[in-house]
């Protein structure tokens, strides 16, 4: 049977280890010996929005792999212009690939997808709902700068109401052993009640604040979003907020010295550029790992791996 | 004239008793069983607002029909999912069951985020799951938003 990357929804903790596992693997393999594994193979990019990080990444793990990606990153030029129904457009690219990936702003359309065609497929985000290798490679990182996810002392930051990514991240970390949560947000922004439930359904209770220096003094993982004008009603409001949420080198002065500072990027101010160079940036790392993470799943979907 | 009780509910011969039904709720039912074909001719009594022990007040249908069918009983667990099932035979309940919330939803209830796939492609079903054994959430399947029982919309045949 085939299998596809939907949601991390269907993944439990062996799942998710297994794909981190598969990652580690990939990234010990010598280049010359990864760019043979994929030779012939072809991914179809179905993006109905632009998303060119997330593209970029797909294409360049495909393409160190040694396989070919062909696809469309918006809908304008194509046959879905003129009318075609999603299904008919995933009927159709299946007959050109080895697998998909799909973006698409409504939900439920990667699952849709995985439905429809006999190739795998994987989800590149669907609306607001799932994005699962970028919690794949969030989780991923976390676990090459510490050695493991469990224990670790983790501070969102930003905006926590909102953020798909922070949602997916924080729920698969519940998943796991030991780990410790700082929520750091304005009121207005703080994480959903309906998160913060034990998989048995019991309300769990987690440190809040609104103080981001506190935080960096005793967390592993600085995991900062951004706070998008937008959300507020009032754009009072976010001029008094955006800038308690920027993080500048010299706030970390008392950190602890492994931490890592990671976010989803792109970033606009909430992480000063004096942050770059310091031992505490993690997340242009975090762009490198999401290749290789998507690697790992593209071997294992095709079942190289 | 026994009791004011009799008077209210007449008894039937033999037949389908829907009781314990959330005062309000009653119209719906009737609607739903109306849309099936088999159940559109049927002599159907609706009653409103009876004293309840139970529910304060409740609703309660009669419906002059042999069974009901499975798939207007998994339509009726969405809608009204606790009431009381009752089968009649010569004036007397021969059996009776408190109707569970269903497992599975598939084909019986759009989902109500408007951003849904399934409310926009034709081949995206919408289906839904329950959370757990004694939930009454549920999950669709496709944009795994998570949905209380009653939020659901129905979708009459
Ligand atoms: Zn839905």
Same mark, same amino acid.
């Given at each position: 049977?085939?299998?596809?990357?939907?949601?991390?929804?269907?993944?439990?903790?062996?799942?998710?280890?297994?794909?981190l596992?598969?990652a580690h693997?990939?990234e010990?393999?010598?280049?010359?010996?990864?760019?043979?594994?994929?030779?012939?193979?072809?991914?179809?990019?179905?993006?109905?929005?632009?998303?060119? /990080? @997330?593209?970029? *990444?797909?294409?360049? &793990?495909?393409? %160190?792999?040694? $396989?070919?990606?062909?696809?469309?990153?918006?809908?304008?030029?194509?046959?879905?212009?003129?009318?075609?129904?999603?299904?008919?457009?995933?009927?159709?690219?299946?007959?050109?690939?080895?697998?998909?990936?799909?973006?698409?702003?409504?939900?439920?359309?990667?699952?849709?997808?995985?439905?429809?065609?006999?190739?795998?497929?994987?989800?590149?985000?669907?609306?607001?709902?799932?994005?699962?290798?970028?919690?794949?490679?969030?989780l991923y990182t976390i676990k090459k700068c510490h050695g493991?996810?469990?224990?670790?002392?983790?501070?969102?930051?930003?905006?926590?109401?909102?953020? /798909? @990514?922070?949602? *997916?991240?924080?729920? &698969?970390?519940? %998943?796991?052993? $030991?780990?410790?949560?700082?929520?750091?947000?304005?009121?207005?922004?703080?994480?959903?009640?309906?998160?913060?439930?034990?998989?048995?359904?019991?309300?769990?209770?987690?440190?809040?604040?609104?103080?981001?220096?506190?935080?960096?003094?005793?967390?592993?993982?600085?995991?900062?979003?951004?706070?998008?004008?937008?959300?507020?009603?009032?754009?009072?409001?976010?001029?008094?907020?955006?800038?308690?949420?920027?993080?500048?080198?010299?706030?970390?002065?008392?950190?602890?010295?492994?931490?890592k500072?990671?976010?989803?990027?792109?970033?606009?101010?909430?992480?000063?550029?004096?942050?770059?160079?310091?031992?505490?940036?993690g997340?242009?790392d975090q762009?490198e790992s999401?290749?290789i993470?998507?690697?790992?799943?593209?071997?294992?979907?095709?079942?190289?791996? | 004239?026994?009791?004011?009780?009799?008077?209210?509910?007449?008894?039937?011969?033999?037949?389908?008793?829907?009781?314990?039904?959330?005062?309000?709720?009653?119209?719906?039912?009737?609607?739903?069983?109306?849309?099936?074909?088999?159940?559109?001719?049927?002599?159907?009594?609706?009653?409103?607002?009876?004293?309840?022990?139970?529910?304060?007040?409740?609703?309660?249908?009669?419906?002059?029909?042999?069974?009901?069918?499975?798939?207007?009983?998994?339509?009726?667990?969405?809608?009204?999912?606790?009431?009381?099932?009752?089968?009649?035979?010569?004036?007397?309940?021969?059996?009776?069951?408190?109707?569970?919330?269903?497992?599975?939803?598939?084909?019986?209830?759009?989902?109500?985020?408007?951003?849904?796939?399934?409310?926009?492609?034709?081949?995206?079903?919408?289906?839904?799951?329950?959370?757990?054994?004694?939930?009454?959430?549920?999950?669709?399947?496709?944009?795994?938003?998570?949905?209380?029982?009653?939020?659901?919309?129905?979708?009459?045949?």
């Open positions: 049977m085939k299998s596809d990357l939907i949601s991390m929804n269907d993944l439990d903790l062996a799942d998710i280890e297994h794909y596992d598969l693997q990939v010990g393999l010598p280049a010359q010996e990864r760019v043979r594994l994929l030779a012939g193979r072809v991914l179809m990019v179905m993006f109905y929005e632009p998303s060119t /990080r @997330t593209r970029l *990444s797909f294409e360049s &793990a495909m393409q %160190k792999l040694g $396989g070919g990606v062909i696809g469309f990153s918006e809908t304008a030029s194509t046959s879905i212009a003129k009318g075609e129904s999603f299904s008919d457009t995933v009927l159709t690219c299946e007959r050109y690939a080895d697998a998909i990936v799909v973006r698409h702003p409504k939900e439920g359309t990667a699952r849709l997808a995985a439905e429809t065609a006999s190739i795998p497929i994987i989800n590149a985000g669907d609306g607001t709902n799932q994005h699962p290798t970028q919690t794949l490679l969030d493991q996810v469990d224990n670790v002392r983790i501070a969102f930051v930003g905006d926590l109401k909102y953020s /798909r @990514t922070v949602h *997916s991240l924080f729920q &698969a970390l519940l %998943k796991y052993q $030991g780990v410790k949560f700082t929520l750091v947000s304005p009121e207005s922004l703080r994480l959903p009640g309906y998160l913060k439930l034990s998989a048995e359904g019991r309300q769990l209770d987690f440190d809040e604040t609104d103080d981001l220096q506190a935080a960096l003094a005793q967390n592993d993982i600085v995991y900062m979003t951004r706070i998008q004008a937008e959300r507020f009603a009032d754009i009072m409001d976010y001029e008094k907020v955006k800038n308690a949420y920027c993080l500048e080198a010299r706030m970390l002065a008392g950190a602890p010295a492994n931490l500072v990671l976010h989803p990027l792109p970033r606009v101010n909430e992480i000063s550029p004096d942050v770059d160079k310091s031992r505490f940036a997340y242009f762009v999401g290749v993470v998507r690697q790992g799943i593209l071997l294992s979907l095709l079942g190289v791996l | 004239m026994n009791s004011e009780r009799h008077l209210l509910i007449p008894k039937i011969e033999s037949g389908i008793v829907i009781d314990h039904v959330p005062a309000g709720l009653g119209a719906g039912i009737l609607e739903l069983l109306r849309s099936y074909a088999g159940l559109d001719d049927a002599q159907i009594t609706l009653g409103l607002n009876y004293d309840s022990n139970k529910l304060g007040r409740k609703d309660m249908l009669k419906i002059i029909a042999p069974e009901l069918p499975k798939k207007v009983l998994a339509h009726l667990s969405i809608l009204a999912s606790g009431v009381t099932i009752k089968r009649v035979d010569n004036y007397r309940v021969q059996g009776k069951y408190s109707l569970q919330p269903p497992d599975h939803i598939e084909g019986l209830a759009r989902c109500i985020n408007p951003n849904c796939i399934s409310n926009h492609e034709r081949q995206a079903s919408a289906r839904f799951t329950r959370l757990g054994e004694t939930s009454h959430k549920f999950r669709c399947a496709y944009c795994e938003r998570v949905f209380e029982l009653d939020e659901l919309d129905i979708v009459l045949p």
